[in-house]
């Protein structure tokens, strides 16, 4: 069974922030997908997830991916095409895991989130500013958030880089 058939989605830029580089997707489903959110938070370790209404918050490079009952909303893409990629992705695995259903523990609640002193004990500490960011502390919040990725730091080596990406891996999911 198909529980995930089809989709109108629209693109644009966020009104607040006209000069922003990134897109926004919305795209409004033909189908309910509310009973699959528990099973698609199992799968794939929900950042977030929200009971009443229903909702799966993912992050993934810097993206956010929302899934709501007769919605999905991701931000921060590059182009129409990226968002295409990612709406593809999210029909199938929606489609599987309720295919898959009666296999999987369903899970109500989102990943434990990653504490920012961790981070900030694996970052380097030198507040140079190369991440766009005004500080170490701050750079680990965004970290944290799912807003930056390791690799937004230059002056991390990559050792430490690879490490820092393997301990946020166990909190966030990765496309």
Known sequence: MVYLKRYKKVIFRPEQNPEFESLHCIAELEQDISAVLPYLNTHLGGFEYLKNPPALMLKSRGRLITLHPRQIAI???KDADEAEKILRWLRKEINAIWKARDGIQPTFEGLPRPGILEILRQLPKTNCRKCGQPTCLVFATRLADGV???AD????P????????????GFMFTD
């Open 75 to 77: 931000n921060a893409l």
């Open 148 to 150: 930056q990725v390791p």
């Open 153 to 156: 730091c230059p002056e991390l």
């Open 158 to 169: 990559k050792k430490s880089r690879q490490g820092l990406e393997d301990f946020l891996g």
